[in-house]
Each structure stands twice: as structure tokens, then as C-alpha cells.
């Protein structure tokens, strides 16, 4: 069986490890992976990641972030746009998630972007997820 949506299969993949209280999780490596990861390290909702090379196409370890209460940092991460329906927002229409405490991630023109990045960018493009 082949997996129609790997960034789906990323997100699931979090959601799950932090309810379950895993220090950390292992997602297949590709480039969008990597920056979405990189994204939710800079916005403070997971611990930090690594590319691990195993000499194919190598694997993420994403290590989730916990409160002191061992909750997991992430409460909900959303898949928006999927390869069976595409959501594309212009520069003027980027989601607020939960009235910007949370955060859009966006892959635009100019890259793998924030919401917050993409409004100074001044740039639209189509909506991965969103994470609060």
C-alpha cells in the first residue's frame, strides 16, 4: 500500500507521540518534512529534530516539547490541505489560527513559511496545516 499524503502521515505521527508521551518520534525524510519541522522548532512547539542518513532516503527523529505538567506543548495540529483537495489562500486571505496564538504554515513562492512570515513576505500560497 502506498501513502497517498506523507505530510499527513508527519503530523499524525506527532499528534500521536505526544499523547502517548514519547520523548521523541521517526517520520521517512523528504525536504518539505524538514523545513516543516524546522518551522515547528522555531515556534517553540516541538523540542528540536535531526536528520538521521541511513543511507536511503534516511528518517526526521522529531523530539516533542512537554509543559512541566508532561503535556504535550502541541494541542491540536490540523491537516488542511490535502493532495485529493488543494487549499490555496492569496496574500490577504492567510488564516489566523485561534486568533493568532497559533500558527499556519504555508509552502509559498518564497519557501516553507509561518503565516506571520508570509503576511510580511506579502506572499499566498497553498496551506499544509495548522498547528496551536
Not at 21 to 35: D, L, N, T
Request: charged residues 25%.
Amino acid at each position: 500500500m502506498t501513502m497517498t499524503d506523507p505530510i499527513a502521515d508527519m503530523l499524525t505521527r506527532i499528534r500521536n507521540g505526544g499523547k502517548a508521551g514519547h520523548a521523541s518520534i521517526k517520520v521517512p525524510r523528504s525536504r518539505i518534512k524538514a523545513e516543516i519541522a524546522k518551522l515547528l522548532k522555531s515556534e517553540g512547539y516541538i523540542a528540536g529534530f535531526e536528520e538521521v542518513d541511513d543511507g536511503v532516503q534516511g528518517h526526521i527523529r522529531v523530539h516533542i516539547r512537554y509543559d512541566a505538567s508532561r503535556k504535550s506543548i502541541i494541542q491540536g495540529i490540523v491537516r488542511v490541505s490535502r493532495p485529493s483537495r488543494r487549499e490555496y489562500v492569496g496574500r490577504g486571505d492567510i488564516p489566523y489560527v485561534r486568533n493568532g496564538l497559533g500558527t499556519a504554515i504555508l509552502t509559498t513562492a518564497r519557501g516553507v513559511l509561518t503565516d506571520a512570515q508570509a503576511r510580511q513576505a506579502g506572499v499566498g500560497g497553498e496551506v499544509l496545516c495548522l498547528v496551536w
